[in-house]
């Protein structure tokens, strides 16, 4: 048995017979006995046709990976129409009596090498496309088949690198998985490989030995195992099994309703940290988004995020999520999260110090400029903010103030609002005692249960040495919950939960018997958790949570 | 000569999409639109050229529209740059 490692693409599990790609490189020679001007007309019908290839591998791609990543070839097109690529390869004609293929490679790799030099990884990753675009284009001047290099059984293809093209057009009944020598996880290969939920490697230095030996390619370990260990490959056809069987019973859930046996339904939102990860939101079909954390917005810059960069990033994540609903949670900097340009002093015990609202009603230009940035957000779909670490009423009428003013300014420079819930997050045992005051100021909690457990708890996550001590389902946890929902519904405001125990499927029951009306979890746990309330029936007896007293 | 100065807001900058829209979009104008950042300036229609300037999130960059309905083009240019960029 050998083993390589790589970068995996995509999690997941294939085993079968490594069949190495070879790319049939086109033999081209270079003096042509052609004049320019024949070279160039060529050059002309072989760019069309490539053109066309490109227009019907949009179509192949439109179906099975959907429109934004089928817009690489639509790209494609129009690099190949690309003034300048033109312009190179009709230079190399007229001055060098070379062939149109010539012409084309020549220019490919001068073009591709320009990318690759370049200092962002996107942009370098982009030099594989106009090698993809010239070969397409040499292999018809070449008269090449673009045939089956793939084999005629289904197996894990090993190849120096695929490109966009070659990704889509391998027949998928037949491709078990893929393994790369280059690449970056940033291609757009990549990308289609998963969209397409096919298990791959890149950065693996293959052998070409390798090929017809039969292998297990462990997306979830980064490695490869040549010619397996039979207790190994055991072990690894149950865990492929296992992993789908739960694929094809969470796909069959999607579009399902959130709701148990006897017809109680509960929303389930996702919980998001930063704009792009809407596509996986709408993946694993979430209804809205229960906590979209703002803090990445500050956190990834050298100072303070601009109203324009913020009103981009929210009006992006609103348009996308087309209506459905879209929690802000305002700036919750501090404690562990911190950014050198707020200056913020260093604190002997930051989880109970300068941060969230705290920061914000101090700093109210930070403050108006995030709020002035979600209210014209607000235009383009349904949103609504929710302010974090709440201990007094007093906190939420600032807030709401300072609201209200931004919304006159905005009001009077005559730009565009939608209506916009405002909540708060229940996440300090202080906020829970007062929750019936709380909850006539706002029209939802969302309860924050990482935060209430450590500050109820007197307990700090991140010091193992309490590990024995902590219990997630403390009785005192459970009821504040309780407490929460109860003061809220009796006042009219909704309650979620967005914290870790919202996705706890131990919980989920006791939840839904509370009344909570939302979980909001990383997008991940949506559609488990979805399982778990469809399979849950109120009306038979409530089971017992183990809460380790 | 129309001009307007944008800062890019888009988490990744002209990319491969955007460009390809943006090539498209000064294509449809019948006049000549240049972006200029630094001391670097290309034409909008040259898609390659365009991509290979590496302009980035934070980056600022100067429109210039010349020729032909020059104020549709610069409203069209401003447009597209808020929209898609």
Redesign the interface.
């Known amino acids: 048995m050998k083993v390589a490692t790589g970068k995996s693409i995509l999690k997941g599990i294939a085993i079968g017979k490594l069949k190495i790609y070879r790319k049939e490189a086109a033999q081209t020679s270079r003096t042509s006995t052609l004049t320019p001007e024949e070279e160039y007309a060529r050059f002309q019908a072989a760019q069309k046709a490539a053109q066309e290839q490109l227009g019907e591998l949009y179509e192949k791609a439109l179906d099975e990976v959907g429109e934004d990543n089928a ?2 070839f ?2 494609h097109q ?2 190949l ?5 033109v312009d190179a390869v009709k230079g190399i004609l007229d001055t060098q009596g070379a062939t149109a293929e010539y012409a084309v490679a020549t220019t490919g790799d001068n ?1 591709a090498a ?2 690759a030099a ?3 990884p ?2 370098q990753a ?1 030099s594989a ?2 090698k993809d675009i010239s070969r397409r284009v040499v292999n018809i001047l070449a008269g090449a088949e673009t045939g089956s290099a793939q084999g005629d059984e289904p197996a894990i293809l090993v190849a120096d690198d695929l490109t966009p093209s070659e990704t889509v057009q391998l027949d998928k009944s037949k491709l078990l998985g893929f393994i790369t020598r280059g690449g970056s996880t940033n291609s757009h290969t990549a990308i289609l490989a998963r969209t397409m939920g096919i298990p791959a490697l890149i950065g693996v230095d293959y052998d070409e030995s390798w090929d017809g030996e039969l292998a297990v390619l462990d997306g979830y370990n980064q490695c490869v195992y040549v010619d397996p260990a039979a207790e190994l490959l055991s072990t690894m056809e149950a865990k492929r099994r296992a992993d789908l069987e739960q694929a094809s019973l969470l796909q069959g859930l999607k579009k399902k309703p959130n709701v148990t046996l006897d017809g109680t339904e509960i929303q389930v939102y996702a919980n998001i940290g930063n ?2 990860d809407v596509g996986l939101v709408l993946q694993n079909d979430a209804q809205g988004i229960g906590l979209f954390r703002s803090e990445f917005l500050y956190l990834d ?1 050298d100072d303070y995020p601009t109203e ?2 913020q009103f ?2 929210y009006k992006r994540v609103a348009e996308t999520m087309a209506g459905k609903k879209v929690i802000i949670r305002t700036l919750d900097i501090g404690a562990d999260k911190q950014a050198d340009y707020f200056g913020l002093d260093h604190e002997e015990n930051p989880a109970l110090g300068y941060r969230a609202i705290r920061i914000c009603l101090t700093r109210r230009d930070v403050f108006k400029t995030q709020l002035r940035a979600i209210l014209r957000a607000s235009a383009y779909g349904t949103v609504s903010i929710m302010f974090p670490m709440i201990i007094s009423v007093r906190e939420v009428r600032d807030a709401k103030e300072v609201l209200e003013e931004c919304r006159s300014e905005l009001k009077a420079q005559g730009l565009p609002m939608g209506q916009v819930e405002i909540g708060i997050m229940i996440e300090t045992p202080a906020a829970v005692m007062i929750a019936d005051e709380l909850a006539q100021e706002v029209q939802f909690f969302s309860l924050g249960t990482n935060d209430l457990t450590q500050y109820t708890l007197a307990i700090d996550r991140q010091n193992p040495k309490l590990d024995a001590f902590y219990n997630p389902h403390h009785p005192a946890i459970l009821r504040m919950i309780r407490m929460t929902v109860e003061a809220g519904h009796r006042h009219g405001c909704w309650v979620g939960i967005c914290g870790e125990l919202g996705a706890d499927p131990a919980l989920t029951e006791t939840f839904l018997r509370m009344g909570v009306d939302e979980l909001s979890v990383s997008p991940s746990a949506i559609l488990p958790l979805r399982k778990r309330i469809r399979a849950l029936d109120l009306r038979k007896p409530a089971g017992k949570i183990e809460d380790g007293e | 000569m129309q001009q307007f100065t944008y800062t890019i807001t888009d988490p990744i900058g002209i990319h491969a999409r955007p460009a390809g829209l943006l090539v498209k979009a000064a294509k449809a104008l019948d006049c000549a639109v240049t972006i200029q950042k630094g001391d670097k300036s290309v034409s909008a229609v040259k898609l390659m050229n365009l991509m290979s300037m590496g302009i980035k999130q934070g980056d600022t960059v100067t429109v210039t529209v010349e020729g032909g309905d020059e104020e549709a083009g610069r409203r069209a240019m401003e447009e597209f740059f808020r929209e898609n960029l």
């Open positions: 817009a690489i639509e790209i129009m690099m129409e690309d003034e300048d690529y073009f320009a990318f370049m200092e962002d996107y942009m982009r496309d106009v704009g792009g810059g324009e960069e981009a990033v």
